[in-house]
T-cell receptor, first 109, second 113 residues
């Protein structure tokens, strides 16, 4: 079993749609959780951290369920510019970041 | 968050040769990390580079193949040695950014022919 598993995608959605990505992790000692965005031929960039209480940043909402070892990312009112690969990242220490394989999202007009 | 300058951005190399990738950070950082991202795959940690000590390599990666230098707290290099086509990949350096995950360099796209 992979340490971090994500929905394989790809997700192809129309503008304005709501889309959700899921991620599960195997290490119960994991402490920090993140969603990264990676555009084609670019480096990953932090989208948002994921907190136990859940957090929201504009159209993006992240949820963490420690008991189920599950993280989610919800994107509302999708924009064309949201098209990218979304990486789930989990770490137990600062130098132990584990990346999911990524979920590719394409938002179409 | 830190700003990282990574170069070269891309290169095409002959098999059997070596390529050295450089990363310069605009602030002092204790640890720098080197990742590989193969086509269609996620990031795999190659090694952690600490200033003043040997780098720590992950399983499947060895110093002879991927020697790393860390001469000071703002700079590191990764060398891909004796390259083969299987080494074709994107190589990224990164640093921890407090509690906000990692900041990455822009990546080096390596093609070995």
């Amino acid at each position: 079993r992979k340490e971090v598993e994500q929905d394989p995608g790809p997700f192809n959605v129309p503008e304005g749609a709501t889309v959700a990505f899921n991620c599960t992790y195997s290490n119960s000692a994991s402490q920090s959780f993140f969603w990264y965005r990676q555009d084609c031929r670019k480096e990953p960039k932090l989208l948002m951290s994921v907190y136990s209480s859940g957090n929201e940043d504009g159209r993006f909402t992240a949820q963490l369920n420690r008991a189920s070892q599950y993280i989610s990312l919800l994107i509302r009112d999708s924009k064309l510019s949201d098209s990218a690969t979304y990486l789930c990242v989990v770490s137990s220490t600062t130098n132990d970041m584990r990346f999911g394989a990524g979920t590719r999202l394409t938002v179409k007009p | 968050s830190a700003v990282i300058s990574q170069k070269p951005s891309r290169d095409i190399c002959q098999r059997g040769t070596s390529l050295t990738i450089q990363c310069q950070v605009d602030s002092q950082v204790t640890m720098m990390f080197w990742y590989r991202q193969q086509p269609g795959q996620s990031l795999t940690l190659i090694a952690t580079a600490n200033q003043g000590s040997e780098a720590t390599y992950e399983s499947g990666f060895v110093i002879d193949k991927f020697p790393i230098s860390r001469p000071n707290l703002t700079f590191s290099t990764l060398t891909v040695s004796n390259m083969s086509p299987e080494d074709s990949s994107i190589y990224l350096c990164s640093v921890a950014s407090n509690s906000y995950g990692y900041t990455f360099g822009s990546g080096t796209r390596l093609t070995v022919v």
